[in-house]
């Protein structure tokens, strides 16, 4: 029997070896042919099938793969054809034919080339007559293929480049090389100065009537504008796939921390009321009806501005105001969304309230915000931002300069951190005794910890705006309490133990333990660790 078990067990071990010999073989294989599990240059090749004919699974291609591997003796006319000095990303033609020509002139080509390069004696692609190597209906390869982000900082080391000139001699700027609207008239695009957007704008995913896809539109600008670059012998970004989609590779992008403001006449500081724009187109407007509507909003769109990655985060369809496509009562150019819904909306950040839902999720936020109950939309208190007194207003209309001045009234914030209670009314200390028997009693540092989440809000404009009352801060602990200097103490509202007849509140012990050691943790504090009991407990010797 022991013999028995012996020759087992070695049998096993043998198995063991040779399988990890295989995987070894396989994965030096695959990366001595350059190829691994996840790429991002996939291109799917999928044809309409060919009336009458079998529809063959699509095909994986590695775009890099063969742009490396004609490096040097080719370039990318070796594929694609030209229309005024510009590529068509199109394998082999200008625009797509009959499914079966098309599926011709891929496999003529393709086979072709294999052959050829294999008569040079290199190593190529499947020849004639395997299908299966192409047309394989489990591909073996994943795509990691990423979207790359044109943000505020790619965006300017573009605009800041000498290598791309401007569109016409008489522009200051290179804008026009890049941005266009369709002339229907004339039925051309054309660049027309202050009227800049996002290409994503007319560019939708799929292809329209009116305008190319993104993804098609992209190709053609950028590669094309980077080829001619290179031609040039001038600096330029990628060409091929991974250089954009590769996520390894955007995490080697050059940052610009501080990018100089975006030049687009807008506004510094606005004062936010639809109604107040029918009034302006008004003559004769009557003041006593603004009692109907609410206080307008004074809006820093400077400061937003640095703290968005880019216009689209706010103005998503258009760079128009909000308020012509989201009115009071709804509109179809705004997919009938109300203005209210659309700035209040907590569930999207293309909203007010929405963006700064997502901000109390910040490290140096989520700590108090992260307890405290989430506030229904019927509980928020509209006049922290709906702030501007009506009698600042008239008469009316108001001019750009003195609604200007009135917004930056509003919104000045002259501390340089939240307010906060005189010293004296901060208890230093609080004794917290709740587990005495068996641990020493916990000195909480109350008012130290009080200063350095004000510290943490310093730089913060939104946070100092969002806490000048003087009793703000005290609610991220202190969560159900009236806002107080003094709140009730935290037993008044949990019990020693948990009971079902309070509403499903933690008991005493809970609460604490579960207000200290979640902050801990979503602030990351190291010292003491929310998993240290002795670092607040000392046991009692």
Known sequence: MAGTTSFQQRAGIILAVLIIVTLVCLVHFNSEAGITPERPDIVKIDLPAVPGGEQMPAVQFLHDRH????????????????????????????????????????????????????????????????????????????????????????????ESSQSIKPDRMTESTNCGACHHKYDQKNEKTVYIKGEEETCRY?????????????????????????????????????????????PAEQKKIEIVKKVPRLKRNQPDLVLMASW?????????????????HLNPVAFNHEAHEIKASGCMSCHHESLKQCSQCHTETGDKKGDFIRLETAMHDTKTQKSCMGCHRQAQTAQNCAGCHASMPEKKFSEVTCNQCHAVDQAGIEPLPMSAEKKTA??????????????????????????????????EAVTFPHRRIIRKLAAGMKDDRMARFFHKEQTTMCMGCHHNSPASAQPPRCASCHGEAFKASQDERPGLKGAYHGQCISCHQIMKIEKPKATDCTGCHKKRT
């Open 67 to 158: 742009t490396e591997a004609l490096k040097g003796e080719k370039d990318c006319s070796a594929c694609h054809q030209q229309t005024d000095n510009t590529y068509i990303f199109k394998f082999k033609r200008i625009k797509d034919s009959r499914p079966e020509t098309d599926m011709a002139i891929y496999h003529d080509n393709c086979i072709g080339c294999h052959q050829e390069t294999i008569r040079s004696g290199n190593v190529a692609g499947p020849a004639a007559g395997d299908c299966r190597s192409c047309h394989n209906r489990k591909p073996t390869m994943v795509s990691s293929w990423q979207p790359i982000r044109f943000d505020k900082s790619l965006h300017y080391r573009h």
């Open 202 to 246: 007319c560019h939708q995913p799929v292809k329209t009537k009116e305008a190319q896809s993104l993804k098609t539109a992209s190709h053609s600008a950028c590669i094309n504008c980077h080829q001619q670059m290179i031609g040039g012998s001038k600096k330029a970004g990628p060409v091929n796939c991974g250089g954009c989609h590769d």
């Open 406 to 439: 009135l917004a930056r009234e509003t919104l000045d914030v002259p501390s340089t951190q939240p307010a906060l209670p005189p010293d004296e009314q901060i208890p230093e200390n609080v004794i917290i005794k709740t587990m005495a028997n068996e641990y």
């Open 276 to 292: 107040m724009a029918s009034w302006m187109a008004t003559s004769d407007p009557d003041v006593k009806s603004a009692k109907n």
